[in-house]
């Protein structure tokens, strides 16, 4: 044995030429590769198979520090983790070949033969799984790298922005993009949805960035995703350098929207008056105390009458409408208007306290929520 291991120590130099031979010829992704780097590294995979032979034990997946290496190397070269392992496996394969033909040769004992042999396959094993552990902990490291450059780019655009890596992402500087907000629904997949706004957002070569922080998806959009399940805040669409206004819309959009219970994108043009009305807070509880207030002082029979104005005012000022509705008589609903009127004072034939009336109830308790 000894014998035999000084003469496969002897061979490493040409085991190596005839390792990389075969890992350029038969792996693509090595060509990338310079023969240096290569001949390096498959020196160092023979010389951990070699010091095992010798040692007669696989070394731990967790020592083989120049498997790390070598994963580390192939990594930022962009070489598969599998092609990795079938360039050791070449290397195992040619010194295990070697190690047989100089056992037959030498007259070492079969099962000499066969515990070297399976020894050089337990380093293959072992190499393995360290090259998949480490390239797996890289592939982590960059992912999140990647996560947070996409973060700041994203920041940096609602600021009003534009850097050079927007550019490369697929957006244009002349066209117009919207700030997009949405709160992420729990038990959601994140990833799905934002995949989901992204590709919605999209519009032909104009595409959307959107990232996921703190329980959020935010970002730019090129079109108006159209997305069920969730609120969406959509701020107007405006030039790069406008985007920090449409930020701003879109945050508070996304709140109303939480707040009235709303699904989908939820706009300017789609929120309206209320957008605005909520951005009045001294307006909103002026409205809540007189058109709300005294009649949710009266306990569930203030809740009825509500529920008769608010029918009332949906069905276009139609008291029979109203009454179908509800399923009570046409003059249970006038009574709960006169009520209504009595309680708050309000006139129902004056437009300007019709408008008090639905702000008041569309929006609620304006310190039960901050917008």
Not at 230 to 244: I, K, N, R, S, W
Request: proline letters at 4%; one cysteine or more; hydrophobic letters at 40%.
């Amino acid at each position: 044995m000894e014998e035999l291991l000084a003469r496969l120590r002897d061979s490493l130099g040409g085991l190596a030429e005839d390792t990389c031979a075969r890992i350029y010829r038969e792996i693509d992704s090595y060509e990338r590769i310079t023969p240096e780097a290569l001949h390096s590294a498959v020196a160092r995979n023979l010389r951990t198979a070699l010091t095992a032979l010798q040692e007669q034990r696989v070394p731990l997946p967790e020592t083989l520090d120049d498997a790390a290496q070598t994963a580390s190397e192939r990594h930022r070269e962009g070489v598969p983790v599998e092609e990795i392992v079938r360039g050791f496996r070449i290397s195992i394969s040619l010194i295990n070949e070697r190690f047989v033909d100089l056992a037959v040769s030498l007259g070492l004992r079969p099962e000499l033969t066969v515990r070297g042999s399976r020894i050089m396959w337990g380093v293959g094993d072992a190499f393995t799984t360290r090259i998949i552990t480490e390239y797996h902990a890289l592939e982590v490291t960059t992912a999140l790298r990647n996560a947070q450059r996409r973060t700041e780019l994203v920041h940096r655009l609602l600021s009003g922005e534009m850097p050079d890596e927007a550019v490369l992402l697929g957006m244009d500087p002349q066209a117009q993009y919207a700030a997009l907000r949405c709160a992420l629904p729990r038990d959601a997949n994140a990833e799905l949805m934002q995949q989901t706004l992204e590709e919605d957002g999209s519009k032909g070569s104009h595409r959307a960035l959107l990232v996921l922080e703190a329980g959020e998806c935010l970002g730019v959009v090129a079109a108006r995703p159209d997305v069920r399940g969730f609120p969406v805040g959509l701020g107007p669409f405006v030039g790069l350098g406008e985007l920090p206004r449409s930020n701003r819309t879109a945050q508070q959009a996304l709140r109303l929207a939480q707040r009235l219970d709303r699904d989908g994108v939820q706009s300017v043009e789609d929120l309206g008056w209320r957008l605005a009305a909520a951005s009045r807070p001294d307006v909103w509880q002026l409205y809540y105390s007189q058109f709300l207030m005294p009649v949710l002082e009266q306990g569930p029979f203030g809740e009825e009458i509500l529920a008769t104005v608010r029918a009332w005012l949906a069905h276009g000022h139609s008291v029979q409408r109203a009454a179908e509705t509800l399923t009570v008589h046409v003059n249970t609903v006038r009574y709960r208007l006169r009520r209504y009127e009595d309680l708050t004072l309000a006139a129902l034939e004056d437009a300007d306290d019709v408008v008090g009336i639905t702000w008041a109830l569309e929006l609620g308790d304006p310190s039960s929520h901050s917008l």
